[in-house]
Every structure is written in structure tokens, then in C-alpha cells.
């Protein structure tokens, strides 16, 4: 369709663009799927040990400390841990260098109950939920097809770790509410310029993961458009997201400026952090750590880490996801979007890749290996899946989309919790 100045960035099929309407059976499961995961991690919230959730002490500390001295760029060598009542401070040091958007607000949460984790827990849960919900309504804007709206409500949800973690106190839990924000934005193609860029700049101040990615898939979508005549390079709908994008990098040029590198490393993590001996990790190439790669990924895919070897599930998905170029039923909206989401997919992972890979080289950490750093592509990945699965021939296509739902199914913590009952773990 052809367009005017007058038109925004996004703003290219307004008549896909409404919103699905609550008799839709893909919205019902939307639905449903945020209520029990609502359920799911306020159980979490309200149970767990403050120790038990990884990283989450020191996110916890981080905040407390943000509450008693706040900073936009904290002197993360001062940080420290808090000791085991979570009321005073010990002499370990945090080893967190994110930025702090996220700790400043959840400061004041934090000050309401020392030593109580519970009411911010509680925040974080309806910020995941939020995010899931968005990146949902949104997508189901650009999908047609009823057997790809259901599929892709279900892989939205099927990154089981999003539960685990909106039950803890993490700053992953305000990037998936403005990750999800941001694609429904992006997914409904009418967004204002300004919103954009206040998304970038939120996520460049809350989680660098979640920049990243959120960069990658505007910087695309938006070359997208002007290479295909639907945008200008020099106008207000490329300078705002520019401008956002820049203030985004602040915390990092910060970082860069003060420590010399982008992201600040410790000297030393804690012990608890699974790392690999100078004398074994110098006899590691680069495929022999593809392979520990996938591995990790894998292992830390399920709900119950400790009971699957899942790596030959990431390259199921990326199969399915990489489908998604095969001509789809969607607009042409859906299909940019898909392209570019699979592109900005690929692309972070490969950074990740790499990031991890030199982490592994310099210091011989692994932790750089968790699966919840996917969800910062998760929508677009959701999405790609669903058209790649539902684009599929006939004969294929619904036993892909039977095998792709049960896979969901065991991996997620219903699945968890089937095969417990069952005896298998």
C-alpha cells in the first residue's frame, strides 16, 4: 500500500492492526496460559527462600543498595552482598554489573519490607505476566491462520524459565514487560516514533540482553521499510528511535569509559559459579564449545533442568523458526516482521555465542550459558515458529504442530509436574 509523510513508523496495514476479540479461541488460551503462570510463579513468589533463586540475592542486595544510596551509574567494585538475616551487609562482593534502572525501582518496594522479598516478587509477576500478554495480543494482530495463533500463544508461554523467573526477584522481569511492549508496538504497526524510543532507552537502562535485541529488530525493521520505499531515512520517525537508542547506550558508554570494557567483570565469581580449569578449557576450539554450547542451552531448557538433555530441542525450534521464510499466511506486516524477527534471532545468538565463548577463553565461566537470556527474542521467535510450523505442507504440517505442542507441554512445569507424579523424575 502506498503511504504519505503523514504515516508513522509502523504504521503500514491498519487493517490488520485491531485487536482479537475475546471469542477467539487463541485469545481464550492466551488467557489461560497468564493466569496459571500467574499462579505458578506467585506460588514461587510466596515460597521460595530468598537464597534459592539464582542471582537473586544479589539482585535483592542490589536494590537494597540502591535504596539506601541510589545511583544512576553505581560504583559496582562498592557493591556488596547482603549476609544470611538479608539485613546487614557482608564483605562479598556483588558480582552484578547491570544497569540500574530496575534496582531504583524497585527500591522503594524493597525499603516498605527489609528482609521480606515478597511484595517485590509479587510486582515482578505482574510484570512478566504484562509483558507475555502484549507480546501475545499483539502478535495474534498479524496471524490469520487459527492453527498459527494457537501456536503461537502456546510457544510464547513455552519458554518454561520466563515462569521460574517471574516469581524471583530479577531485572529480566521488567525486560520482558518492555520487550513484550516493544513487540506489540512493532506487531500492531502503529506505534508513535516517541514510544519507540522511550522503549529503547528503558531497556538500555534496565538489561543490556534486552537492548540488544530490542536495537537489532528496530534497526532492521526500520531498514526494512526504507529499503523498501515505505519509510525515509532523514525523518522523525528514524531520529526518535536513533535518539532512544543512544540513550540506551549510556550505561554502557559508562561502563566502557570507566572500566575499559563494555560490561564490567569481577575479579573474581563466586565459587558457586560453574567455571572450567585453565589446563581444560585451552584444549577447547570453537566447535568442540558449539557442541558445550547447545548442551548447556539444552539443559537449562526445561522446567526440571535436571531431568532432560534438551539441546536437540533448540535446533528443532530454530528449524521451525527458520520455516517462517517460506511464504506464510500473513500480511505483509507479518511477513517483514517474521523476517526481521528471525534475522534479530540469529543475530543475538551469535553475539551470545561469541560472548560466552570469550568469557569461557578469558576466565573459563559458563554461567554466560542460561537460557533465559532467550527471552529477549522470545516473541520474535514465537512468532517465526508459528508461521514456519503452519506454512509446512499439508502432510507436515500437523504433525509438526502435535509434536512442537507436546514438546511445550513436557518441558513446561506442567510437565515438571506430570512426570514427577509418574515416577520418571
Known sequence: MALDDRTTTFDLDRSAAALPGRSDAAVRLLVLLAVFAALTAIVVALTLPLDDGFDELAHYSYVRAMAEHPALLPDYEALRLLDDHRLGWSEAPNYLAHPPLYHLLAAPLAALTPGDPRLLRLVDVGLVVVGLLLAGFGGLTRLADPAARVVFVATLFGLPVTIGVAGLINNDDLMIAEIGALFFLLARGTAAPWAIALLLALLGWTKFTGFVAAAIAVVLLRASLIADGRGRLLSA???????????????????????????????????????????????????????????????????????????????????????????????????????????????FVAIHFGHSWLSLQNQGILADLQTRYLAAIWPFVSFCIALGLTGLPPPLRSAAIALHLAGLAAISVVGAGVFRFAGVI
Open 237 to 347: 520517525e528514524t531520529l526518535a528511535p536513533a535518539a532512544g537508542l543512544l540513550v540506551g547506550l549510556l550505561p554502557t558508554l559508562a561502563t566502557l569509559i570507566l572500566h575499559g570494557r563494555p560490561i564490567w567483570v569481577p575479579s573474581a565469581f563466586p565459587d558457586w559459579f560453574e567455571a572450567m580449569p585453565a589446563a581444560d578449557r585451552t584444549a577447547i576450539d570453537i566447535f568442540d564449545f558449539a557442541r558445550l554450547y547447545l548442551d548447556h542451552l539444552g539443559r537449562r531448557l526445561p522446567y526440571r533442568a535436571d531431568a532432560f538433555d534438551a539441546g536437540v530441542i533448540l535446533i528443532a525450534l530454530a528449524a521451525a523458526a527458520a520455516a517462517s521464510l517460506r511464504p506464510g499466511r500473513t500480511d505483509r506486516l507479518g511477513r517483514t516482521l517474521a523476517r526481521v524477527g528471525l534475522t534479530t534471532s540469529a543475530a
